[in-house]
T-cell receptor, first 116, second 109 residues
Framework: GAGVSQSPRYKVTKRGQDVALRCDPI?????LYWYRQALGQGPEFLTY????????KSGLPNDRFSAERPEGSISTLTIQRTEQRDSAMYRC??????????????FGEGSWLTVV | GQNIDQPTEMTATEGAIVQINCTYQ??????LFWYQQHAGEAPTFLSY??LDGLEEKGRFSSFLSRSKGYSYLLLKELQMKDSASYLC??????????WGAGTKLIIKP
């Protein structure tokens, strides 16, 4: 697509429910990133993929968080048994590749998650 | 640990010049990025520096000194639409981006 597309844009869920956030990166982009961003803060790294391989998941807060990118394109970030502290903006980003350090990361509009 | 420092907030006047500083301590260095983020929107790319010196792009310029772990973003001829947060990010030895908290720039008429 023309840009990084995320859905849903807004999600309100009850505590204890599972939620899945979707990211469709820019066509042809090898690398895909998931970030979480609090108001007035920079993006906080969660995980990233090159093609379908999850290269680094060190930023995932705990084992309730998982991500996949099975065909090397669309990715899903899943949060199981949501808690109120999971409420945040979740941003996806993509880039052509990571090997070339000059590659720009392009961000999606984000998914606002509210856990009530 | 890895750290990116930038001022929390700055105020400037329309038509003036403002310099936003960023200092960093990271495990390795593979480039420094500046992003602009308007309230409620996604960050958008402004500039990239990997070698020491000044990169100029219209009203915006970015400077890097790797030996000092220092960069600045210079905005000239400020316009009201430049009111936004400006994020500094450094790519470390693992090619991971380490992000600063951002500098909120307020432009006054």
């Amino acid at each position: 697509g023309a840009g990084v597309s995320q859905s849903p844009r807004y999600k309100v869920t009850k505590r204890g429910q599972d939620v899945a956030l979707r990211c469709d990166p820019i066509s042809g982009h090898v690398s895909l990133y998931w970030y979480r961003q609090a108001l007035g803060q920079g993006p906080e790294f969660l995980t990233y993929f090159n093609y379908e391989a999850q290269q680094d998941k060190s930023g995932l807060p705990n084992d309730r968080f998982s991500a996949e990118r099975p065909e090397g394109s669309i990715s899903t970030l899943t949060i199981q048994r949501t808690e109120q502290r999971d409420s945040a903006m979740y941003r996806c980003a993509s880039s052509l590749a990571t090997a070339d350090s000059g590659n720009t990361i392009y961000f999606g509009e984000g998914s606002w998650l509210t856990v009530v | 640990g890895q750290n990116i420092d930038q001022p929390t907030e700055m105020t400037a006047t329309e038509g003036a010049i403002v310099q936003i500083n960023c200092t960093y301590q990271t495990s390795g260095f593979n480039g420094l990025f500046w992003y602009q983020q308007h309230a409620g929107e996604a960050p958008t790319f402004l500039s990239y520096n990997v070698l020491d010196g000044l990169e100029e792009k219209g009203r915006f310029s970015s400077f890097l000194s790797r030996s000092k772990g220092y960069s600045y973003l210079l905005l000239k001829e400020l316009q009201m639409k430049d009111s936004a947060s400006y994020l500094c990010a450094v790519r470390d030895s693992n090619y991971q981006l380490i992000w600063g908290a951002g500098t909120k720039l307020i432009i006054k008429p």
